[in-house]
C-alpha cells in the first residue's frame, strides 16, 4: 500500500541539511598572494648572508652629513603615526590595526637606533631610560590596540 498526501496538504516545513565541507564548491584562489609570500620569505633568507658581510666590514664610526634631518624626520613620522592612530582609536575605526602596527615599529625603531648610536655616559643612560620608560611600552600598547582590532573570522 503506497500512501501519499493530499494535494491540498502544507509543504512540511524542513531546516536546510547543512552543508559539510566535502559538499562545499571548491574555491579556485589565485596563485599571487602564495607567489609573493614565496618571493618575501626568499628576499629575507638573501639578506642573512648580506648581515654577515655588513657585520664584517662596516667602520666602528661613521659620520652622516644629514643626522639632524634623520631623527627630525624619524621623530616626525612617529608623532604623525601616534596622532593617527590615537584619532582612529577614539573613532573605533577598523584601519587602527594598521597605523598602531606602524607607530609600533617606528617605536622600536627610535629605540633601538637612540640606544645603538648613543654615545657613552649620560647620553647612554638618557637613550636606555627613554627607550625602556616610553618607547618600548607605547611600542608594546600598540602592538595590543593592532592585535585587538584585528577583523575576527566569521
Known sequence: ??????????????????????????????????????????????????????????????TAAHWPAAWVGLDTLEALALVTTGVLVTRHDPRRCLTAMVTATLLAVDAWFDVSTAAPGADQVTAVAMAVLLEVPLAALCVVLALRALPRPV
Open 1 to 62: 500500500m503506497v500512501t501519499t498526501t493530499p494535494a491540498f496538504a502544507p509543504a512540511a516545513r524542513t531546516r536546510p541539511r547543512p552543508v559539510s565541507h566535502m559538499e562545499r564548491p571548491v574555491r579556485t584562489r589565485s596563485r599571487w598572494p602564495s607567489r609573493v609570500g614565496l618571493v618575501l620569505i626568499g628576499a629575507g633568507l638573501a639578506l642573512v648572508p648580506w648581515l654577515f658581510v655588513l657585520a664584517s666590514s662596516l667602520p666602528a664610526t661613521a
